[in-house]
């Protein structure tokens, strides 16, 4: 009997990352749909983000789908930053660390700015460096 009481916590723990893969491949599953009507789309276990021509559509990840969309146009931001703990570093240069990392993007309104969370600064430092040539591109469009 005291075998069997041993086993019991190894046995949860077994459910508990089987339910954890399907929950996961479902919210993967779900992003693939919702990313296919976008030039190019991101995944992490914190926010989706997807660009179709001058527009951005970001939101959490569900297994139904992602949750909280919200869009708006790379035309209305005024500047792209990389936030590492809260602070803005360089795209060229990022930390190799930090926990708390998103891409903030701020509009004319000063008050006025989107987060986008990621969970790797590789991944968010290229992402904005391909968004700032973007934005560059649209306001040289828009000059001319």
Do not use: C, H
């Not at 930053?81 to 930390?95: M, N, Y």
């Amino acid at each position: 009997m005291e075998r069997g009481l041993l086993w019991l916590p190894l046995l949860a723990a077994f459910f508990w990352l089987t339910w954890s893969g399907w929950n996961e491949f479902q919210k993967v599953e779900a992003y693939g749909q919702w990313a296919a009507q976008f030039e190019r789309a991101k995944y992490d276990i914190y926010a989706v983000l997807g660009q179709k021509n001058s527009d951005l559509t970001w939101g959490k990840p569900t297994r139904k789908g992602p949750i909280n969309l919200d869009t708006f146009s790379l035309k209305e931001v005024q500047a792209i930053r990389l936030l590492v703990d809260t602070q803005p570093v360089d795209l060229e240069k990022p930390p190799r660390g930090g926990r708390a990392i998103a891409l903030e993007f701020l509009f004319p309104e000063p008050t006025a700015s989107i987060q986008v969370p990621f969970t790797e600064i590789p991944l968010a430092a290229e992402w904005g460096k391909f968004l700032q040539q973007e934005l560059q591109r649209l306001r040289l469009e828009a000059a001319e």
